[in-house]
């Protein structure tokens, strides 16, 4: 799997060819607000090399899948959702046409805020 796809759109954000809200960027991961939010707070944790879906996921990964999990609770709070219990946050990861992924470039999906959501 070549490190970065020319035709996708996350690729191109995590190179900055495409202007995105960051939230966190590090070595591996980089996090940017979601265009369309769902949730008060919505934001996407991607890696930063091209990895089409979690389907593609494998032992190789535990790291990086670990690491963006471990961020998600932090970044969460840090961007605005309450705290537990009463607050909160919601992942998502939409993987396939029949897990409803439109982006072909694994992301996270985190949401939270003040419910009703607009979706979900
Ligand atoms: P999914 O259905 O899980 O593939 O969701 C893709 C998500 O990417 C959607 O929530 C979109 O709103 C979001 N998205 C698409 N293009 C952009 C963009 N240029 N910047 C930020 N978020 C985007
Ligand atoms: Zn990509």
Redesign the pocket.
Known sequence: MSAHDPNC??C??VAGQ????KVYEDEDIYA???????APV?F?LVPRRHIPSMAQIGAEHERLMGRMLTLAPRLALEQGCNPYPEGGFRI???TGLE??????HL?V?VMGGPRPWARG
Do not use: A, R, T
């Open positions: 759109i996350f191109k954000i495409i202007p995105s809200k940017f607000h979601d265009i369309n939010p769902w919505h996407l998502v990861c939409n897990g409803g992924q439109e982006v072909h992301h999906h």
